[in-house]
């Protein structure tokens, strides 16, 4: 008996980029004490008050199927919430709700791709990009950023890959792992491939309220692009609802009609307490999302000072989302041994670069997720071995 090559493929034959993350959770299993930096899980859990919201609505009854796109209530929320956030107006319509992010980019592909179509994504991508993009049946591309253009994508290079024919492209901002906000420039740039190429583009962004420097800019908001671009959203980061797999797609109605069709033959929705319970969360407004994101801005701080006072680690400047990017070259090592190395000799576990895509190779990514004085000490840690590590280097 054989599986099917499409789900022996999701890899692509190699490791799925979270060895460091397996290996650390066993070691933590095992009864040692672990750094954990590697996932973008908030140190807060869910607010008490959307847990009782929740709840409340649990033992109310609403614990049956819910309705497939998701409630009335839940979908008119996210298309408020879009429409004040981009003006770019959203009707229940325009929306459908999915179990979380991931399922949101998996519908979005499997949506705009036909099996062995070229689907484009930008490197450094979040570790399942390539993988989602295989198991909907397309080939996944990436195209190259470089550290030096603080990995913003360029036009000129999206536009040569989708020259040898792509139907989609995928873009992340702020972006994971590498913390880079698209300027308005690029965005722009991104649109006019769009447009020339006929591309469907495929916006994540579950960063969106975690923003240190500028603002964020939603593609689909740009001129022409409401009727091409289809956006990922998710309750996960904005509101540390990561274990309640809540997210949407905002995108063209026919696009909707036809996601919902797949949902009713996959998924079947999202549980109805769930739904209730980010509807009052989304109701507590900006107010309650800025006291999420709070935390990172102020570790993010304390990153810069920390790197300030070394000149080993290059940090490429985070001006969005939950981690910092750290050039670890100096030590002579790659992203993957200098991960694996701190982790068995200090007990902290970092992202190898290299689980994002070949333009973060000899990088580290770093979650922020932490309380502040062990972030600090965990990052002094880091700082001192990769020092230890380049002195032997340069020797």
Not at 153 to 165: N, V, Y
Not at 286 to 298: G, N, S, V
Not at 309 to 338: C, H, K, V, W
Not at 340 to 368: C, K, W, Y
Request: aromatic letters at 6%.
């Amino acid at each position: 008996m054989q599986l099917s090559q499409r789900i022996t493929n999701i890899t692509g034959g190699g490791s799925d980029g979270w060895d460091v993350f397996y290996k650390a959770r066993k070691m933590i299993a095992d009864g040692l004490d672990v750094t954990e930096l590697t996932i973008g899980e908030h140190d807060i859990r869910t607010d008490p008050t959307i847990l009782a919201a929740m709840d409340k609505s649990a033992q109310g009854g609403h614990t049956g199927y819910a309705m497939v796109p998701g409630t009335h209530d839940m979908r008119l929320a996210v298309a408020q919430r879009i429409t004040e956030r981009t003006g770019v107006q959203t009707t229940f319509e325009n929306i459908l709700i999915t179990p979380g992010g991931q399922a949101a980019l998996f519908a979005a592909h499997l949506a705009v791709c036909s099996e062995g179509e070229r689907a484009l994504y930008i490197d450094p991508y979040y570790a399942t990009y390539p993988g989602t993009i295989r198991a909907v049946g397309a080939e996944p591309v990436a195209i190259q950023t470089h550290a030096s253009n603080a990995f913003q994508p360029r036009p000129e290079d999206i536009s040569e890959q989708a020259t040898k024919g792509a139907a989609s492209l995928l873009i992340n901002t702020p972006n994971n792992p590498t913390g880079t906000v698209y300027g308005r420039d690029t965005l722009e740039g991104v649109a006019q491939v769009c447009k020339e190429h006929d591309l469907w583009l495929i916006s994540d962004e579950v960063y969106d309220t975690q923003i240190w420097d500028g603002a964020h800019l939603s593609a689909r908001a740009l001129p022409g692009m409401a009727d091409r671009t289809l956006v990922v959203g998710s309750m996960s980061k904005s509101h540390a609802m990561t274990g309640s797999r809540i997210g949407w797609i905002a995108a063209p109605k026919e696009v909707i009609t036809h996601l919902i069709n797949l949902a009713t033959h996959t998924t079947y929705g999202v549980p109805g307490f769930v739904q209730d319970a980010a509807v009052f969360a989304l109701n507590q407004g900006d107010a309650l999302e800025a006291e999420i994101a709070a935390p990172f801005l102020r570790r993010r701080a304390l990153a810069k000072d920390i790197l300030a006072d070394q000149n080993t680690i290059g940090l490429i400047p985070a001006q969005g989302a939950m981690y910092i990017m750290l050039d670890i070259r100096a030590t002579g090592l790659s992203g993957e041994d200098f991960a694996n190395s701190l982790l068995d000799t200090h007990h902290i576990a970092t992202m190898p670069g290299e689980s994002f895509g070949q333009s973060a190779v000899g990088h580290i990514r770093v979650a922020m997720t932490v309380d502040d004085m062990k972030f600090q000490s965990a990052l002094k840690t880091l700082v001192g071995y990769a020092e230890h590590l380049a002195n032997q280097n340069a020797a």
